[in-house]
């Protein structure tokens, strides 16, 4: 019988056979049959050192990933996203806290970026200098491997940024393609003078146009127009050049050994560059996510992708792969759709705009999953395109208008208080800082803030995939009256929605609004029904109460119907409802009261901003 080393390399062969083959497949489709077999040749060199160098601990996990697949889509999983130095001053903080997540329930830890990047201003770290260090402030690689361990001891997986689109001026690759590398210039799109760039201007979109107008910048040591889609300080990188692909597949593995287990693909729809479009989701995109996916799944099968692809519903699904693509692409996919809705609904009181939209969208792949919130570390910007507001008799320009005066306090009886962020004067488009309790009408004291909130965590851990908690929402945490205190945030107001984690308050156990135990509620029911797993399919029912957003989830034990009131005033779960189900009076049983639900001639009663989530009992 083979030992361990044996049966490690045994199976690392064994992978090999069986996705090489797609893998070559798939450069052939990016860079032409001639190029394909010697780029396949330098993965596979790259698959293989990364696989030797493999801690045996992390060679463990991945035999129990693989025996385990589901392991991320399970209804006990939940996760939190948080800034290290914000959650606890260090990354060693953050394993000291490591039994708060756990105690939480939470079995992933996304933070956000920590990866050395250029000295401010730096997009918030997205602008990284170094992938192969931490920064300074935060600790050393060896304390994110410390931490990792610390984090897989407690069942939690660690989950990084890996900006894919483009690298600070200050990386290696742009100094030295500013000192004359032939090699590392052909690293990024550069052009001699603005024939190039102006063509491609013509259909490119402004990301910031308050601060970063335009999408390419003169840079004197290089001698040239180079793209910088973001901010001038950050280099657009060329994937049409195979050896970035290899870098960035050896930086992937590298990190994984460290012990990250998620790696979020940050501004992935942008990778790839085509004349006459606006260059985001264009098919290279998802063939080189296939590529580096393939790459981890021979020498690290453990490890999973996250695309942060914050695009149209249309272009989303491709994400996790559709077509040929099917679940091949990205394990998680942000459901940004899902979170634009909670709020619209919110606002409005009605339901319809969000159930037409969500509809829209068709079941993922069975093997990924969405990853559903209610808030992030970002703006939120109102994607509601015109066609679903048309759909259901709004007109989008006044809707997307509407949102952003109630989210910023100007509209008459909003509860909310955002922060306008990057107004267009020439679209209209203003998106909206914030956290979520002072958005949900915390922050003014409106009696039905707390169960706003916990309502739209009830949407989220209802609807299918990954939820994940944003740091200081199980608290309420309002907005931080001192965000601009900080010259290096004075001008960024979504530093208004990360603040710092109060730990005196949090180990007082003090919970005045009842928000911390209705969430810890909320997660203890989600875990106890196997409906709730991702792979079981989501059904978005047109509403028979313009109030109710319905949400059927499907399992072999039967049905759940996921009811949610988002307005503050009383509505109903119709009998129709009810009995197309096939979830009859006698056998009812609500999960988040424990109880059978109350019936008035056959119809549930749902009092303002409350949820039910019903099903036949055991």
Same mark, same amino acid.
């Given at each position: 019988m083979p030992g361990p080393d044996a049966a490690a390399e045994e199976t690392f062969e064994d992978r090999l056979r069986a996705l090489v083959p797609d893998l070559r497949d798939t450069l052939e489709r990016v860079y032409g049959a001639d190029v394909a077999p010697g780029v396949t040749d330098r993965l596979v060199a790259i698959a293989r050192g990364g696989h030797e160098a493999r801690p045996a601990e992390l060679r463990a996990l991945d035999e129990e990933r693989m025996r385990n697949p589901d392991w991320f889509q399970r209804p006990g999983m939940v996760g939190y996203a948080a800034y290290a130095d914000r959650f606890a001053g260090s990354l060693a903080g953050v394993g000291e806290r490591a039994a708060y997540l756990r105690d939480l329930g939470v079995g992933y830890l996304h933070l956000m970026p920590l990866l050395t990047p250029r000295p401010a201003p730096n997009d918030g770290g997205y602008a990284v200098m170094d992938y192969r260090s931490v920064r300074p402030d935060l600790g050393t690689i060896d304390d994110l491997r410390d931490l990792a361990t610390t984090l897989r001891a407690q069942g939690i997986s660690l989950c990084l940024d890996l900006v894919l689109n483009h690298v600070a001026r200050e990386h290696e690759w742009a100094v030295a393609a500013r000192a004359g590398d032939p090699e590392k210039r052909a690293y990024f799109h550069v052009y001699d003078d603005r024939t190039g760039p102006d063509a491609f201007e013509a259909t490119l979109p402004e990301v910031f146009p308050d601060f970063a107008p335009g999408s390419f910048t003169w840079d004197d040591e290089l001698a040239g127009w180079v793209w910088t889609t973001f901010n001038d300080y950050q280099w657009?990188? =060329?994937?049409?050049? %195979?050896?970035?692909?290899?870098?960035?597949?050896?930086?992937?593995?590298?990190?994984?050994?460290?012990? !990250?287990? !998620?790696? /979020?693909?940050?501004?992935?729809?942008?990778? +790839?560059?085509?004349?006459?479009?606006?260059?985001?989701?264009?098919?290279?995109?998802?063939?080189?996510?296939?590529?580096?996916?393939?790459?981890?799944?021979?020498?690290? *099968?453990?490890?999973?992708?996250?695309?942060?692809?914050?695009?149209?519903?249309?272009?989303?699904?491709?994400?996790l792969g559709v077509g040929h693509h099917h679940g091949r692409v990205s394990d998680l996919a942000y459901h940004n759709g899902l979170m634009v809705q909670v709020w619209s609904m919110l606002a409005s009181g009605e339901v319809g705009l969000a159930a037409h939209a969500l509809q829209q969208l068709p079941q993922p792949p069975s093997t990924t999953a969405w990853v559903t919130y209610v808030r992030c570390h970002d703006d939120i910007g109102w994607a509601v395109s015109d066609e679903d507001a048309r759909a259901v008799g709004l007109d989008p320009v006044a809707h997307r208008r509407f949102l952003s005066d109630w989210y910023s306090g100007s509209f008459p009886g909003s509860w909310a208080r955002g922060l306008v962020f990057q107004e267009n004067e020439a679209t209209g488009d203003r998106r909206i800082s914030g956290s979520l309790a002072s958005l949900a009408g915390l922050e003014v004291g409106d009696p039905g803030a707390a169960a706003r909130i916990?309502?739209?965590?009830?949407?989220?851990?209802?609807?299918? @995939?990954?939820? !994940? #908690? +944003?740091?200081?929402?199980?608290?309420?945490?309002?907005?931080?009256?001192?965000?601009?205190?900080?010259?290096?945030?004075?001008?960024?107001?979504?530093?208004?929605?990360? *603040?710092?984690?109060?730990?005196?308050?949090?180990?007082? @156990?003090?919970? %005045?609004?009842?928000?911390?135990?209705?969430? /810890?509620?909320?997660?203890?029911? /989600?875990?106890?029904?196997?409906?709730?797993?991702?792979?079981?399919?989501?059904?978005?029912?047109?509403?028979?109460?313009? /109030?109710?957003?319905?949400?059927?989830?499907?399992? %072999?034990?039967?049905?759940?119907?996921?009811?949610?009131?988002?307005?503050?005033?009383?509505?109903?779960?119709?009998?129709?409802?009810?009995? +197309?189900?096939?979830?009859?009076? =006698?056998? #009812?049983?609500?999960?988040?009261? @424990?109880?059978?639900?109350?019936?008035?001639?056959?119809? !549930? %009663?749902?009092?303002?901003y409350a949820a039910v989530w019903l099903h036949g009992g055991s």
């Amino acid at each position: 019988m083979p030992g361990p080393d044996a049966a490690a390399e045994e199976t690392f062969e064994d992978r090999l056979r069986a996705l090489v083959p797609d893998l070559r497949d798939t450069l052939e489709r990016v860079y032409g049959a001639d190029v394909a077999p010697g780029v396949t040749d330098r993965l596979v060199a790259i698959a293989r050192g990364g696989h030797e160098a493999r801690p045996a601990e992390l060679r463990a996990l991945d035999e129990e990933r693989m025996r385990n697949p589901d392991w991320f889509q399970r209804p006990g999983m939940v996760g939190y996203a948080a800034y290290a130095d914000r959650f606890a001053g260090s990354l060693a903080g953050v394993g000291e806290r490591a039994a708060y997540l756990r105690d939480l329930g939470v079995g992933y830890l996304h933070l956000m970026p920590l990866l050395t990047p250029r000295p401010a201003p730096n997009d918030g770290g997205y602008a990284v200098m170094d992938y192969r260090s931490v920064r300074p402030d935060l600790g050393t690689i060896d304390d994110l491997r410390d931490l990792a361990t610390t984090l897989r001891a407690q069942g939690i997986s660690l989950c990084l940024d890996l900006v894919l689109n483009h690298v600070a001026r200050e990386h290696e690759w742009a100094v030295a393609a500013r000192a004359g590398d032939p090699e590392k210039r052909a690293y990024f799109h550069v052009y001699d003078d603005r024939t190039g760039p102006d063509a491609f201007e013509a259909t490119l979109p402004e990301v910031f146009p308050d601060f970063a107008p335009g999408s390419f910048t003169w840079d004197d040591e290089l001698a040239g127009w180079v793209w910088t889609t973001f901010n001038d300080y950050q280099w657009d990188v =060329d994937w049409s050049n %195979p050896a970035v692909l290899c870098e960035y597949a050896d930086l992937i593995l590298g990190l994984a050994n460290l012990g !990250v287990e !998620v790696f /979020r693909l940050d501004a992935i729809a942008f990778i +790839w560059k085509r004349l006459g479009t606006d260059c985001q989701n264009q098919p290279e995109v998802h063939e080189l996510t296939r590529a580096l996916r393939t790459v981890a799944r021979i020498a690290a *099968p453990a490890v999973l992708f996250k695309a942060e692809a914050i695009v149209g519903p249309a272009d989303l699904p491709a994400y996790l792969g559709v077509g040929h693509h099917h679940g091949r692409v990205s394990d998680l996919a942000y459901h940004n759709g899902l979170m634009v809705q909670v709020w619209s609904m919110l606002a409005s009181g009605e339901v319809g705009l969000a159930a037409h939209a969500l509809q829209q969208l068709p079941q993922p792949p069975s093997t990924t999953a969405w990853v559903t919130y209610v808030r992030c570390h970002d703006d939120i910007g109102w994607a509601v395109s015109d066609e679903d507001a048309r759909a259901v008799g709004l007109d989008p320009v006044a809707h997307r208008r509407f949102l952003s005066d109630w989210y910023s306090g100007s509209f008459p009886g909003s509860w909310a208080r955002g922060l306008v962020f990057q107004e267009n004067e020439a679209t209209g488009d203003r998106r909206i800082s914030g956290s979520l309790a002072s958005l949900a009408g915390l922050e003014v004291g409106d009696p039905g803030a707390a169960a706003r909130i916990l309502l739209a965590h009830a949407v989220i851990l209802s609807f299918g @995939g990954l939820p !994940v #908690l +944003w740091m200081g929402d199980e608290l309420g945490l309002l907005n931080d009256a001192g965000w601009a205190d900080d010259p290096a945030h004075a001008a960024d107001n979504r530093w208004v929605h990360r *603040p710092r984690m109060p730990w005196p308050e949090v180990e007082s @156990g003090r919970d %005045p609004h009842g928000i911390t135990a209705g969430l /810890r509620h909320l997660l203890d029911v /989600r875990r106890s029904l196997p409906h709730l797993h991702a792979a079981s399919p989501t059904e978005v029912w047109d509403p028979r109460d313009p /109030r109710v957003l319905l949400v059927v989830r499907r399992h %072999p034990s039967g049905p759940l119907l996921a009811a949610h009131n988002m307005s503050g005033e009383q509505a109903w779960v119709s009998a129709d409802v009810l009995h +197309w189900l096939g979830l009859h009076a =006698d056998g #009812l049983h609500d999960a988040l009261s @424990g109880t059978a639900p109350s019936l008035v001639e056959g119809a !549930v %009663p749902l009092e303002p901003y409350a949820a039910v989530w019903l099903h036949g009992g055991s």
